[in-house]
């Protein structure tokens, strides 16, 4: 059993409480504040395939450190996971990393769809987070842009109540665009590149299968004011579409290419302050439901080569919850917001099982962002340098208590 003493709650009260363990712990949490363990429905944690960049030791540190004891995984792999060999080769590797550092984190795995391989849907329907589809190429060989195989998809999902997670990013535009734009070497064009409307090309494409399927749709790092628009409408006629944020495309913007250049590539790109303003509107009236962290670790070295070989992604998870409680501070975000995005709406539209994992979280403590502090395996982050009121003290993960300054 471990008893937590005088804990005080997101909506104020102070509660003293019993969880169950193997443990007898007793933690005085007078100066602490609790919240119910975040959820991650986007990572990248590289199993198998790319672990020089993250494994699931790393990463599992990684996420209690932040207070995350769920994620689902993205399916982006080398092999990519789109069969069930691969499912299930995948989650034995994973359960063994896991079992090395002895952390029970919970997780669930997105399945890739792949045009030869549609079929796996109705096979795993039940063991997958959902189907991920990459309308437009990012990291691994995962994509989908045969209207035909996409429209078959979104049928198949939609018959066996599966959700579908989209990359929206419109394949053919950005292939257009990307030799429109050949022999540019500021990274500041991948923005560009990758504008608004190959986003939005790509959304309006999916949102015309939800309407013929009915498929439950979840919209993977929404980042442009146009895409929020089409959410906001797709929403108010009804259609199952749920949206997902990315801390990056809240807490940094197009003006950040100066200070971290290639560092900053990420697909989607990082956007303007207006988009980022949009995104906070669209969280105030809940067009958006969730924050994905879209951890997706690139060594320093693939991420300091030449725009054009350098890849896209931020390591993000241990910082998650912190960039959040700042920005509570700031008066950006209520308690309960923080909850509703990363806890209750991830459980809800994932239709994740309950349980009784928390976090503790000093909200007074003021920490600046140490790289070299990180658990994440690159040991780097885009927030390096920033001063972040608010961090976790304590993570529970199934009645295992991990004191974060300890991992
Ligand atoms: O920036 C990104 N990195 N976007 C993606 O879609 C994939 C991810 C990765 O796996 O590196
Ligand atoms: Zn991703």
């Not at 712990?25 to 020089?52: Q, Y």
């Not at 560009?192 to 790092?221: D, M, W």
């Not at 991420?303 to 920005?327: C, D, H, V």
């Amino acid at each position: 059993m471990i008893e937590i003493r005088k804990v005080q709650t997101a909506n104020g009260r102070r509660i003293s409480m019993f969880l169950q363990s193997q443990e007898r712990r007793v933690i005085d949490a007078k100066n602490l504040t609790l919240f119910p363990a975040l959820i991650d429905p986007h990572v990248h944690f590289r199993t198998p395939g790319a672990e020089h960049k993250e494994n699931w030791e790393t990463a599992a540190k990684a996420a209690i450190a932040g207070g995350v004891t769920t994620v689902l995984d993205m399916p982006n792999n080398m092999p990519a996971c789109y069969n069930r060999e691969r499912f299930e080769e995948k989650k034995r590797l994973i359960d063994e990393q896991l079992k090395r550092v002895d952390i029970p984190l919970r997780y669930y795995l997105y399945l890739g769809a792949d045009e030869h391989h549609l079929e796996e849907i109705a096979s795993l329907a039940s063991e997958i987070a959902a189907v991920k589809i990459y309308m437009g190429s990012s990291t691994g060989d995962l994509l989908m842009n045969n209207p035909d195989a996409l429209d078959k998809a979104f049928r198949i999902a939609a018959e066996n109540d599966v959700m579908i997670a989209v990359h929206a990013e419109d394949e053919k535009l950005l292939q257009t665009r990307r030799e429109q734009y050949a022999g540019e070497t500021d990274p500041a064009f991948h923005s560009q590149i990758r504008s608004s409307q190959v986003a939005v090309q790509a959304l309006q494409e999916a949102l015309s299968l939800v309407e013929k399927y009915g498929t439950r749709l979840y919209v993977a790092h929404v980042s442009t004011v146009e895409e929020i628009a089409l959410i906001r409408k797709a929403k108010y006629k009804g259609l199952p579409v749920y949206a997902e944020v990315t801390p990056h495309h809240l807490f940094l913007t197009d003006e950040d290419y100066a200070s971290l250049g290639t560092k900053a590539l990420v697909n989607p790109p990082l956007r303007s302050k207006a988009d980022a303003a949009a995104l906070w509107d669209a969280i105030e009236d809940q067009t958006i439901d969730t924050i994905g962290t879209d951890h997706a670790p690139h060594t320093l070295e693939e991420k300091t080569k030449p725009f054009g070989q350098a890849p896209s992604g931020f390591p993000a998870i241990e910082l998650y919850f912190p960039l959040l409680l700042n920005a509570y501070h700031e008066n950006k975000l209520t308690l309960a917001q923080i909850i509703s995005l990363t806890h209750t709406r991830p459980q809800e539209i994932f239709r994740i099982p309950r349980n009784e994992d928390v976090v503790l979280v000093d909200l007074e403590t003021v920490r600046t962002v140490d790289d070299a502090e990180l658990h994440t395996k690159v040991k780097w982050s885009p927030y390096q340098g920033k001063t972040l009121k608010g961090w976790p003290r304590y993570t529970i993960a199934s009645g295992r208590l991990f004191d974060v300054q300890a991992l």
